[in-house]
């Protein structure tokens, strides 16, 4: 059974710092991973995909990374700023169910 | 292209009444998905559809919810009664027929219930 931790669950920083939020998940027989984004009272925005012969993707300020044999993957947030602040959901897409399989996601405040 | 829109966006209802959610998933999108996230818990599947057919309900919680895909369009999930673990926020999702391997989910904004 496909279990995901992210970690930390809580983040606050000043504007400007780069930032690392990690995700773990313990089958690494997964099509892909898909990292979300959640505004308070909104839905899911899709921020990366990453397929799971791929190390890692990019979209402008974010990067994330893929270990599928380490059961890792990181994204990367460069010069954070307040309208970063979110929920960040890390969503690995089981291989076997294609069910997407979510942790408890990273709280961040980015404060000015 | 619009996107996974759902509807309500809030509905508060007594215990024991009953509530449908509505999902209209992106044109063309033949995977259709329900989602649900309780308080303090993280986000769990319910169930999957491909076109009308029920792909893998296993994540559906108990017999008081029922999901249905008419015509292969939009989905709707209708919880009769209503009890108050059932309160929480109801996501759709869609995927292309190819997907989600490839491209990935698009998620609605949510349902939001109150069970009270």
């Known amino acids: 059974k496909q279990e995901v931790t992210q970690i930390p669950a809580a983040l606050s920083v000043p504007e400007g710092e780069n930032l690392v939020l990690n995700c773990s998940f313990t089958?690494?027989?997964?099509?892909?991973l898909q990292w979300f984004r959640q505004d308070p009272g909104k839905g899911l925005t899709s921020l990366l995909l990453?397929?799971?012969?791929?190390r890692e993707q990019t979209s402008g300020r974010l990067n994330a990374s893929l270990d599928k044999s380490s059961g890792r993957s990181t994204l990367y947030i460069a010069a954070s700023q307040p309208g970063d602040s979110a929920t960040y959901l890390c969503?690995?897409?089981?291989?076997?169910?294609?069910?997407?399989?979510f942790g408890q996601g990273t709280t961040l405040q980015v404060k000015p | 292209e619009a996107g996974v829109t759902q509807f309500p966006s809030h509905s508060v209802i007594e215990k024991g009444q009953t509530v449908t959610l509505r999902c209209d998933p992106i044109?063309?999108?033949?995977?259709l998905y329900w989602y649900r996230r309780v308080m303090g818990k993280e986000i769990k599947f319910l169930l999957h559809?491909?076109?009308?057919?029920?792909?893998?309900e296993s994540g559906m919680p108990n017999n008081r919810f029922l999901a249905e895909r008419t015509g292969g369009t939009y989905s709707t999930l209708k919880v009769q009664p209503a009890e108050l673990e059932d309160s929480g926020v109801y996501f759709c999702?869609?995927?292309?027929?190819?997907?989600?391997?490839?491209?990935?989910?698009?998620f609605g904004s949510g349902t939001r219930l109150t069970v009270v």
């Open positions: 999702a869609s995927s292309r027929q190819d997907s989600p391997k490839n491209y990935g989910y698009t």
């Open positions: 089958d690494s027989a997964i099509y892909n």
């Open positions: 990453i397929q799971s012969s791929q």
């Open positions: 969503a690995p897409v089981s291989g076997n169910t294609g069910k997407l399989i």
């Open positions: 044109s063309g999108h033949d995977n």
């Open positions: 559809f491909v076109k009308e057919s029920k792909q893998d």
